[in-house]
Each structure stands twice: as structure tokens, then as C-alpha cells.
């Protein structure tokens, strides 16, 4: 839990936005959203494609209004206040920068539009060059850039006019892999060093949980989940978080007992063991789907507490070996094994183990 | 065998591709030598030192020193020009307006039938436009007593609006709107918007419309024949004069300085015109 002290950046209060008429005949792209952001916070959205993402970001550069609910900028409602006003930028999906201004003018638009004086725009110019580490292509036209420096000018040309929030709408989706990498970790420093609030969107879970202080996972226009990277990971709440984040196993199990976020859960194929329940949901009994990581997952000698079941593939991935395994009750299971050394046991398919699960790995989930 | 199978590979293409009908080719060639051969003749013949449109003596420039001398053509030129100008200014302002308003505004009740009121125009016979802008202005001249070129010059605003909305409209439906939204983004305001933003990026298509309204109020003869009253005799009308009292190559001579005139403006438009990408490549 965050404490109170710290200043909320972003405050998006039961926030609806409806294109079209209203809910029926409309396409309500964010509903009914509450979400408030930290300042300083590396904050990201996540979801699949339609899932109302970037709708939420133009609501917060004063692109859309909202259809109902309200929106505070370190306690300052937004509510009628116009993009050029809001002391908020974006580095837009495609970048949208200006083709007819050369890379520097293009960073010093912002700082113009402001009206700072010359020698200082020129100073903050050149600074932002060095921040993204291309201060030589200062004269370049905006098409003799390839994608990644094109991408590091959105960066320059928002973060110039120094904004309270920066709004970043899938700016690595466009850039290749090694790119990519790259640019995660150009935009965590680049973070720390403005100490600027950065929410950041994506559709990439692990780009997510690689650079984010907080998740919020999105789906059909709601926030499902909101929470540290590890907290979004281990525990997931609801179904769509825990298929969406990373590679998870989904078992059918009945709760046997519960009091106080503890819990005992039997599986189908009878193992027994602890579990924990999803954070701020009522009451659940009966029967659930439980999550289980693979990499939660190992396997063991002794067949007590464990799950027995039959190797059926067996794929090779670098860095250690995935198992598919089929239970007794013809569930199918996914067993990680980091290969740490020789260590491993080998095993080959078609062989019958005993898997065991480690503490607090059994996720109940509420749908 | 294989000469077979090479016919019956022609007898495709040729099924597929309209240009290897039979007969498709002279059809065209009689198009092209219908249409400019005539234009090369008048050229020729304008540098003819003889008086005669059709017999070729020798080459000499002394009609066009002739024309140039000539003070029919003289002032038929200049009112040309002065309608065309002013012409050219007035409908690319408002064709401007026009353009802006059906791009860059959410879509609005009857903004369709906006669009279609501003290319009407373009469909109703010039000729039935002339008569009925004649009566209309002779009413008004009528009534208040006014006179003068100014109502030459409404005409040509008026018809030329159409023609300068085309090029801009397009440019406009062109150009990305999330470059005026990072704009408005960068603290800009509406009016530092389109100074900045989209007044800068529009404007190939506003100088493609600018010089296509004053082509076809140069190019105009029915509606100036109509509206235009004593002592505002066009070029084109001008002509038209002339040629009734029998053709001297000295018509030849003004036709051919006015046909460089709008095949320079139009290559000029073609290049103004050509869709360049108001966008940053993206990278894959
Ligand atoms: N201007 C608009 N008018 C009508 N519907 C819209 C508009 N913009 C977005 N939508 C709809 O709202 C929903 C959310 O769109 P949004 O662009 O916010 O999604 P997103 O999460 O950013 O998706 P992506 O990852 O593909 O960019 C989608 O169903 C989309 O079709
Ligand atoms: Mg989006």
C-alpha cells in the first residue's frame, strides 16, 4: 500500500467516456475507470488491442471529454481545460512529428509556444539533445530519421517543456526488438533522471513488467487489476489478468476453507494445498479456478502432496526446458524448469513424475 | 509447339489488358493528333513572317513585337490579369475557409450538403450561370446604381471557388490530424495551431488551388461575355473579337504566349499538387 503522504499526480475518478450516443448504441471505450497516479510513479496501462488505452490517455491530454466523471492534475480539476492548457504532454503512437520543422525546431515548439526567451530555449534545446543522445542531428529533417531517432525526438520534444505528466501511447510498438530493448531501458532512465510522472501504454505484458513501478490492466474499457508488477504477476485476481500476464496454468479446484485471505483449496485430481485469494472480493466458496505459474512448479520424489501425471511434450527454450504435462483427471499442466548448471534430472516424454508446487503458488481467482 | 503456346500467352494479355484491343491504338493516336495538332500549328504559325495563317514563308518573331505593341491586346490583357488576380485571392481565401470548416471540425447536421452546395458549381452549364448572374446583377445595378469591374470580378470569385476548394480540400483530408494535435498538445493555441501547424502544411495545396482558380478565370470567356459590360473586354474576348474580323498570326502570336503561360502554371500545379507524405515514416 502506498502511503497517504505521497502527492497524487493523476486522479481519474469513476471516469466514463461513451463515443456516440450512449451506452447502447455507443461504443463506451472507457468505463467507469477510478485510478489514481502517483507523482514520480512509472505507471502503465495494459491491455489488449480496443481496450480503451489510448482513449484514456486523450482524456488526460484534453483530446476527449469525459461522458462522466472527472479528472485531477495534482488536485487541479481538468474539467473544460483545453489540451494547450494542461500541463501535459504526449509522445504520440506514430510520433506526429512536425515535417515541415527540423529536429531541434520540433523540440523547441513547446518551449516557443510558452513563450521563453531565446537563450534559454536554445540551452533546454541542446540539454534534451544530450538526454536522448543525439545532440549531431540537430538540423536534420524529420524524414531523414529512421524510426528509433524519430522516436527519441517525440521523447526530447515532449519532455522539453518540462510537463507534470508524460503521457507515452505505445511508443515502442514501431521499433524492432533489439530497438525496443534498447529504448525500455533510454526510457527508465530518462524517468529517473527528470523524476517526471511517466504513464506509459502497451499492450506488451512484459514490457510492462519489466519498466513499470504500477500496472493497471485493462480490459473492454474497465480496469481489471491495478498494482506492482509482482503483485499483477504472482497474484492475480481475475482470469484475464492471469492468461494476459505471462504463461499460467488454469485449474479447476473447490475451496474448502477460507478465513482471512488464507485458504484451502482442493484440485481435482485431489491435491490439497494453501492458496491465497484475490484481494478486495467478498465472499467466494465452492467450486473456483485456481492459477498456478509454471515456474511454480517442479518436480519431486515423494508422491506425498503432490500431483502425479504423464510427460507428454518436452520443448527446449534457451534458457531452461517447458513441460507439458497431462494430469490424472486429463487436465493438461505447464511445468517451467530453469536448467541451473546439470543439475536437472533429465526426464523424456511419455514418463510418469510427481510435481510439486511450491508455497503460496496456488492463485484463487474470482471468474 | 512453342510458337503455339507464345500466341495463346498474347491471346491472355491481350484479353486482360484493354490497351491490346484491336484498333485501341489508332483510336488513340487520332485523339492526340486531333487535339494537338492543331495547338502545333497555331505555334508554327505564329512565328510565320507571311500574313497568311497557312502558307509558310519564313521564321520571324515580328508578330509577336506586333502584339506586343498592340493596345486592344494591351488592355485586354491587363483587365485579364487584374480580374484574375483579384479573382484568384478572393476564392482561395474563401475556398481556404470552406476547407478548413468540412475537415477540421466534428462532423456537423448538413455538413454533406455543405460540400455539395461548394462543388455545385462545377455541374450547372456555365452558360445558364452566365445568363442568370447577368439578370441578377442587372437587377442590382439597376436598383442601386453601381457599376464597374467589381461585378466582372464577383462572377470570377464566385465560379472560381470550386476549383481552388479541390486541391485544398484534398491536401487537408491528407494531412494527419495528430500533428495538430501534438500541436495543441505543445501548449498552442487554436490560432498557433494553424499558423504554425496547419497553415505551413496546407499550403502546396492552397498554391495548387490559388493557380488553378486563376487559370480558369483567365481561361473564361462565356460568363465574361455575359457579365462583363463596355471596356471590360478579357483576353479571351479579345480574341473572340479579333478572329470574327478574319485570323492573323498576330492572334496566333497572344495564343501561344497564353498557352506557355498555363502550361507552365500547370506543371507548376502538378508539382505543388503531388501527395508528399505530411507523415513521419514509420519504421516497421
Ligand atoms: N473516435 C472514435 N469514435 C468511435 N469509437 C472510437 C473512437 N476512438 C476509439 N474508439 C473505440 O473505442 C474503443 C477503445 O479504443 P482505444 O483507441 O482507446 O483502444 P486502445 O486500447 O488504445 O487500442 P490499441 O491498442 O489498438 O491502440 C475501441 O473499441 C475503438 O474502436
Ligand atoms: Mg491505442
Known amino acids: ?196 510522472t511517466f504513464i506509459f501504454v502497451t499492450h506488451d505484458q512484459e514490457e510492462a513488467l519489466t519498466m513499470s513501478d504500477r500496472v493497471a490492466v485493462m480490459k473492454d474499457g474497465q480496469v481489471l487489476q491495478v498494482g506492482k508488477p509482482r503483485e499483477v504477476y504472482d497474484h492475480p485476481a481475475q482470469r484475464f489478468v492471469a492468461d494476459f500476464i505471462g504463461d499460467i496454468n488454469i485449474l479447476r479446484g473447490e475451496l474448502i476453507s477460507t478465513k482471512k485471505g488464507e485458504a484451502k483449496v482442493k484440485l481435482a485430481s485431489g491435491f490439497v494445498g494453501d492458496a ?24 519431486s520424489n515423494s508422491t506425498n502432496s503432490t500431483l502425479p501425471g504423464i510427460i507428454k511434450e518436452i520443448t527446449y527454450f534457451g534458457s531452461g526446458l517447458h513441460y507439458e504435462i497431462e494430469l490424472s483427471t486429463g487436465e493438461t499442466i505447464k511445468l517451467r524448469q530453469q536448467s541451473v548448471g546439470r543439475s536437472n534430472t533429465e526426464f523424456s516424454s511419455g514418463e510418469t513424475v510427481n510435481i510439486a508446487v511450491a508455497d503460496d503458488a496456488i492463485q484463487v481467482l474470482v471468474d | 509447339m512453342s510458337d503455339l503456346s507464345n500466341t495463346a500467352h498474347n491471346k491472355v494479355r491481350q484479353a486482360k489488358d484493354l490497351k491490346y484491343q484491336p484498333g485501341f491504338s489508332y483510336i488513340t493516336w487520332l485523339a492526340l493528333f486531333i487535339l494537338y495538332a492543331p495547338i502545333l500549328i497555331l505555334v508554327l504559325y505564329s512565328f510565320n513572317a507571311n500574313r497568311s495563317v497557312v502558307v509558310w514563308t519564313s521564321f520571324s518573331t515580328d508578330w509577336y513585337v506586333k502584339a506586343w505593341h498592340n493596345e486592344g491586346i494591351q488592355s485586354a490583357a491587363l483587365i485579364s490579369l487584374e480580374v484574375a488576380v483579384i479573382a484568384m485571392v478572393l476564392s482561395t481565401t474563401f475556398a481556404t475557409m470552406a476547407a478548413l470548416v468540412t475537415t477540421r471540425t466534428p462532423p456537423y447536421k448538413g455538413m454533406n450538403i455543405s460540400i455539395a452546395i461548394i462543388n455545385q458549381p462545377l455541374m450547372i452549364p456555365e452558360i445558364v450561370t452566365a445568363v442568370a448572374t447577368l439578370i441578377f446583377f442587372a437587377v442590382i445595378k439597376k436598383a442601386t446604381g453601381a457599376n464597374g469591374i467589381g461585378f466582372l470580378i464577383t462572377a470570377h470569385t464566385v465560379f472560381c471557388i470550386p476549383f481552388a476548394y479541390m486541391p485544398i480540400r484534398a491536401r487537408l483530408e491528407d ?22 501547424v496547419t497553415l505551413p502544411l496546407m499550403m502546396p495545396g492552397v498554391l495548387s488551388g490559388a493557380m488553378l482558380a486563376f487559370i480558369v478565370s483567365v481561361d473564361d470567356v462565356v460568363i465574361s461575355l455575359f457579365v462583363g459590360g463596355p471596356g471590360e473586354t478579357t ?14 498570326p498576330e492572334v496566333n502570336a497572344v495564343s501561344t504566349v497564353f498557352l506557355g503561360i498555363s502550361v507552365i502554371l500547370v506543371t507548376l500545379i502538378f508539382l505543388f499538387g503531388r501527395p508528399k507524405s505530411t507523415r513521419p515514416e514509420k519504421s516497421q
Not at chain 1, 508524460?166 to 526510457?187: H, I
Not at chain 1, 478486495?280 to 473456483?288: E, K, Q
Open chain 2, 175 to 196: 494531412m494527419d490530424l495528430s500533428l495538430e494535435q501534438a500541436a495543441a498538445d505543445l501548449y498552442a493555441s487554436p490560432l498557433m495551431v494553424f499558423k504554425r
Open chain 1, 276 to 299: 491465497i485469494l484475490p484481494i478486495g472480493v467478498g465472499d467466494i466458496s465452492g467450486v473456483v479456478n485456481v492459477a498456478i505459474r509454471p515456474e511454480q512448479l517442479s518436480f
Open chain 1, 1 to 196: 500500500m502506498l502511503e497517504k503522504a505521497t502527492r497524487s499526480a493523476i486522479e481519474v475518478r469513476s471516469t466514463t467516456k461513451i463515443y456516440g450516443n450512449d451506452r447502447a448504441s455507443g461504443v463506451v471505450a472507457v468505463d467507469d475507470v477510478s485510478l489514481e497516479i502517483t507523482d514520480n510513479e512509472f505507471f502503465t496501462l495494459l491491455g489488449p488491442s480496443g481496450c480503451g488505452k489510448t482513449t484514456l490517455l486523450r482524456l488526460i491530454a484534453g483530446f476527449e471529454q469525459p461522458t462522466q466523471g472527472e479528472i485531477l492534475l495534482f488536485g487541479e480539476h481538468l474539467e473544460g481545460l483545453p489540451p494547450h492548457n494542461r500541463s501535459v504532454n504526449t509522445v504520440f503512437q506514430h510520433y506526429a512529428l512536425f515535417p515541415h520543422m527540423t529536429v531541434s525546431q520540433n523540440i523547441s515548439f513547446g518551449l516557443e509556444m510558452l513563450g521563453i526567451d531565446k537563450i534559454e530555449i536554445r540551452k533546454t534545446v541542446s540539454r534534451m539533445l544530450e538526454l536522448v543522445q543525439m545532440p549531431q542531428l540537430a538540423d536534420r529533417k524529420i524524414n531523414q530519421l529512421s524510426g528509433g531517432q524519430q522516436q527519441r525526438v517525440a521523447l526530447a520534444r515532449a519532455l522539453a517543456p518540462n510537463p507534470k505528466v508524460l503521457l507515452l501511447d505505445e511508443p515502442l510498438s514501431a521499433l524492432d526488438f533489439k530497438l525496443r530493448k534498447e529504448m525500455q531501458s533510454e526510457l527508465k532512465r530518462l524517468q529517473n533522471e527528470t523524476g517526471i
Open chain 2, 235 to 248: 483576353l479571351p474576348l479579345y480574341i473572340l473579337g479579333q478572329i470574327r474580323r478574319g485570323v492573323t
